[in-house]
């Protein structure tokens, strides 16, 4: 299993960015995928999950409103799109993969690297 993050950068504070992972390795259409991030100072946290039909999204309370994750069953990737960027998600963001959606959003098999996301107040 292989899992590729990108797309992390520097942004200002109410600007956007769109996080891509692509998935090698497994039946993608098959599992869920997942988004964390770490931040320093604080633990790793759960940002979205997506089950393997897309019907079900699940997003911590901090992004809900602000970001949205979606799959490509044919690219093998998945993305996650953050408008509305605040200086307090700021992290390190990973993707994961598992394939029950109920794992995937706390204790996924399977992790990407990091992407480092930067928000300039």
């Known amino acids: 299993v292989q899992l590729q993050a990108s797309g992390g950068g520097l942004v200002q504070a109410g600007g956007s960015l769109t996080l891509s992972c692509a998935a090698s390795?497994?039946?993608?259409?098959?599992?869920?995928m997942g988004w964390f991030r770490h931040a320093p100072g604080k633990e790793r946290e759960f940002v979205a999950a997506?089950?393997?039909?897309?019907?079900?999204?699940y997003y911590a309370d901090a992004v809900k409103g602000r970001f949205i994750i979606s799959r490509d069953d044919v690219k093998n990737t998945v993305y996650l799109q953050m408008n509305n960027l605040k200086p307090e998600d700021t992290a390190v963001y990973y993707c994961?993969?598992?394939?029950?959606?109920?794992?995937?959003?706390?204790?996924?098999?399977?992790w990407g690297q990091g992407t480092e996301v930067t928000v300039s107040s």
């Open positions: 994961a993969a598992d394939p029950r959606l109920s794992v995937v959003r706390a204790t996924p098999n399977y």
């Open positions: 390795g497994f039946v993608f259409s098959s599992y869920a």
């Open positions: 997506i089950n393997w039909v897309s019907v079900n999204k």
